[in-house]
């Protein structure tokens, strides 16, 4: 039995492919290193943009996709 932690999947995936961009709507901030660490989000492998977004917050898709915010 494994234990995959979607997000985590999702960003080696996008490193993989060669992604210019990734966004992932979740229920968190972002993905940690250390899970235990809250401050530790980060996302690396070669992706250039990144976009982490709190689905939790009201039309967070809509205002990464169209504000600069």
Do not use: C, F, Q, W
Not at 1 to 14: F, H, I, S, W
Not at 26 to 49: F, H, N, Y
Not at 61 to 69: A, K, M, N, S, V
Request: charged share 30%; hydrophobic share 45%; glycine share 8%.
């Amino acid at each position: 039995m494994y234990n995959v932690n979607a997000d985590t999947a999702a960003g080696e995936l996008a490193a993989a492919l060669g992604a210019e961009k990734l966004i992932l709507l979740t229920d968190v901030a972002g993905i940690p290193e250390d899970r235990d660490d809250p401050e530790s989000l980060s996302l690396a492998e070669g992706v250039r943009t990144t976009s982490i977004i709190d689905g939790r917050l009201e039309h967070s898709l809509l205002l990464e996709i169209l504000t600069d915010e």
